[in-house]
Nanobody, 122 residues
Framework: QGQVVESGGGSVQTGGSLRLSCEHS????????MAWFRQAPGRKEREFVG????????TLYADSVKGRFAISKDGASTMHLQMNLLKPEDTAVYYC???????????????WGQGTQVTVAS
């Protein structure tokens, strides 16, 4: 229960787009909060990217991605992260996570995927 798997990473040029997907094992409860985090090369901590309250559909984004990234729901168990106007500083391993708190800190999330690499060339 509660496993998540990310996909869709790859390499793009600056200004390009990618869409990441997060597949959850089983239906995501409406009380859940699904989030994206990323960990850049050489960084110890994971950085908040965005989240969605699954039941309400409301979203929250980090300032660094606001206006460029968008989270969406796809059915009962899939979440996407549409990333546009990508910059080299977006290069990171992107993680999907599931929690129950409206929170931007990694510690609030119980279930994590293995991550998918996104590389943006300058």
């Amino acid at each position: 229960q509660g496993q998540v798997v990310e996909s869709g990473g790859g390499s793009v040029q600056t200004g390009g787009s990618l869409r990441l997907s997060c597949e959850h094992s089983g239906r995501i409860l409406s009380s859940s909060v699904m989030a994206w985090f990323r960990q850049a090369p050489g960084r110890k901590e994971r950085e908040f990217v965005g989240l969605i309250r699954w039941g309400r559909g409301s979203t929250l984004y980090a300032d660094s991605v606001k206006g460029r990234f968008a989270i969406s729901k796809d059915g009962a168990s899939t979440m996407h992260l549409q990333m546009n106007l990508l910059k080299p500083e977006d290069t990171a391993v992107y993680y999907c996570a599931r929690g129950s708190q409206y929170d931007t800190t990694p510690a609030a999330y119980n279930f994590w995927g293995q991550g998918t690499q996104v590389t943006v060339a300058s």
